[in-house]
């Protein structure tokens, strides 16, 4: 029994096209459901006290794609962001908790990513 297959690489070549933008689509919708994910658990477990709620209301994430991969950031948008996150070894720090908080649920949807 003979099989004779043929490719036409034009094709080949638009559905490989087509996978990359459906990933770079995938990764968006991740990159800002984790990144809404991570800014929300910062804002609830700030461990400071409020004075004003200027710090916990503006924790603030951003998602991008460069040209390594997905970046999601979290970060203060108040100038004393820095202090809160390094002085006082670090009693009012929380970007790293929410970073590592939400850690297993990103990689899980990772892995669940489909080409």
């Known amino acids: 029994m003979n099989v004779n297959v043929e490719v036409d690489d034009q094709i080949v070549m638009q559905h490989l096209e087509n996978m990359t933008d459906r990933l770079r689509t995938q990764l968006e919708v991740l990159g800002n459901a ?7 658990y910062a804002q609830e477990n700030a461990p400071w006290t409020d004075k004003t709620g200027a710090a916990r209301e503006r924790l603030k994430y951003n998602s991008d794609i460069d040209e390594n991969g997905l970046v999601i950031s979290i970060f203060h948008q108040m100038e004393y962001g820095i202090y809160l996150e390094l002085c ?10 929410a970073r590592d ?10 892995k669940r990513l489909r080409l």
């Open 88 to 97: 006082n070894n670090e009693k009012y720090a929380i970007l790293k908790n």
């Open 34 to 40: 984790t990144g809404q994910k991570i800014q929300q």
């Open 101 to 110: 908080a939400t850690l297993p649920e990103f990689i899980e949807a990772a």
